[in-house]
């Protein structure tokens, strides 16, 4: 064989084999989240984290939601502000906690408005995403049942 015949296999093996490395890791963050069906829910809001089951009308909202919005989610890349300013605890019918939600809404961090964490329960798998308002508007609704003063942007 020649040599630039043997530089040119070992050049595309290199090439393949380092794509083929970088693939492997980035695949499973690129494929759309998928979400339970909800069938109960907490949620904890505000400074005090005021505590209050979700209504049938509410989780039913929230499935229709998570529906909606399966794709577009990505790891958590930077260090949240804070806690969220609303978290939501969601079971499943056999009461299993299946998810979490951390809602920004602009209570305590005005430039993470309409910001939502995905987590599962044990904590491994943590995405995120900031939506518009019209998006967010139903998770919105959800916190706006309680009234706390929003900080202004930065």
Known sequence: ??????????????????????????????????????????????????????????????????ENHKAGWGPLNRTPPSSGDSRVSLKDQNGQEVLDLTLWTGISAADWNATVFVESPDGQHVHTETFSEEQFAPL??????????RTAFP
């Open 140 to 149: 919105r609704a959800l916190v706006d049942r309680f009234k706390f003063q």
């Open 1 to 66: 064989m020649r040599k630039e015949t043997v530089f040119l296999i070992g050049f595309f093996i290199l090439t393949v084999g380092t794509a083929s490395l970088i693939w492997t890791f980035a695949l499973p963050n690129l494929k759309p989240v998928t979400f339970p069906q909800v069938a109960s829910g907490e949620i904890e809001v505000g400074p005090m984290r005021h505590k209050r089951a979700l209504t049938a009308d509410e989780v039913k909202t929230l499935n229709t939601w998570f």
